[in-house]
């Protein structure tokens, strides 16, 4: 009896939980289900695939061996997919990730211009943390992902840069007069940690503002308790401290509260579509990349027309 790929599917995520239940849970069937798979997997190649403990599992050697050729295989097969569904290039179904503090910002002018340029291209658009969005497009869940650079350990990825994303000093008008002639020439590593707000852990965003606040994760005077740039706009404007808001937001969420630019090099970040290298690509990732910066490009200038202070 001939392997196939369910088999081969499931030996991997048997392989990464470590455990049957875990492995089943992944991958949408039954624990006995996915038992009776692994074991058939096991006698047509003549060998065990994995040590059976009582909390886990652990790859045999000639596992280890079998992993690596059922990733190439899975590799490949997921690679033809998408061949056959972008034969036509930017068509058929758009599987697309943003981050929070992109995604509702970006996406209103983004998915009008995309509909705009192709009208039969359905878009399924996924909101998450960077870290989830990569995860989720290494697995071809997404197609491709809107993030800030810099990624980490992206060396199977491909990215576009779209457009820098400048950061403004925030707060309630009373917060910003307590600077005195400081707000004229204030740095962002001069910001008082007591004052710091920022979005709770897991926000890309949070690491570039701690990075251009020269602060460390770990500063326990710092607030990042906020879930939302709309929940921590709200609470700065009501006086709860500073932060750092990021020109795409300012007319969301920029209405209730005092801005003002820093003096060059203003602080900022990158914003880059990213796919998988081994995606095929006849032109939609570039045709993709030009709508998104076009109009991210569209929306940061708008805010720049306006003098500072803000």
């Not at 658009?125 to 992902?145: H, P, S, W, Y």
């Not at 709860?240 to 937001?249: I, R």
């Not at 090099?265 to 076009?294: C, M, Q, T, Y």
């Amino acid at each position: 009896m001939a392997l196939t790929l369910k088999q081969l599917g499931y030996f991997k995520s048997l392989a990464q939980q470590r455990n049957f239940g875990r492995a089943a849970e992944a991958v949408h069937v039954s624990q006995p289900a996915l038992s009776v798979q692994i074991r058939d997997m096991e006698q047509t190649l003549g060998a065990p695939l994995v040590e059976r403990r009582s909390r886990d599992v652990v790859l045999t050697p000639f596992g280890r061996l079998v992993l690596a050729q059922a990733e190439k295989v899975l590799e490949e097969m997921q690679v033809l997919g998408e061949i056959a569904r972008w034969n036509q290039g930017l068509s058929g179904e758009l599987r697309l990730g943003l981050i929070p503090t992109i995604a509702p910002y970006l996406l209103p002018a983004a998915l009008a211009a995309i509909r705009q340029r192709d009208i039969g291209l359905n878009v399924q658009v996924q909101e998450g943390k960077t870290n989830r969005l990569i995860e989720d497009l290494r697995a071809g869940r997404l197609d491709a992902a809107v993030v800030a650079l810099p990624l980490e350990g992206g060396e199977d990825l491909i990215s576009r840069d779209l457009f820098e994303d400048r950061f403004l000093l925030a707060g309630s008008a009373a917060r910003l007069a307590a600077l005195g002639e400081r707000r004229e020439s204030l740095r962002p590593d001069q910001i008082g940690p007591a004052q710091l707000m920022l979005l709770e852990d897991g926000h890309c965003l949070t690491d570039q503002a701690l990075d251009v606040c020269g602060r460390g994760r770990g500063h326990a005077q710092i607030n990042m308790g906020a879930s939302s740039l709309a929940t921590l706009s709200r609470l700065v404007a009501a006086g709860f401290g500073l932060t750092l808001l990021p020109e795409l937001a300012l007319a969301s969420e920029g209405q209730d509260l005092s801005l003002r630019r820093f003096s060059a090099p203003e602080p900022s970040r990158r914003i880059a579509l990213v796919r998988r290298s081994s995606s095929p690509d006849d032109g939609w990732f570039r045709a993709l990349a030009d709508i998104l910066s076009d109009v991210g490009e569209t929306l940061v200038a708008a805010t720049r027309r306006v003098d500072a202070p803000l």
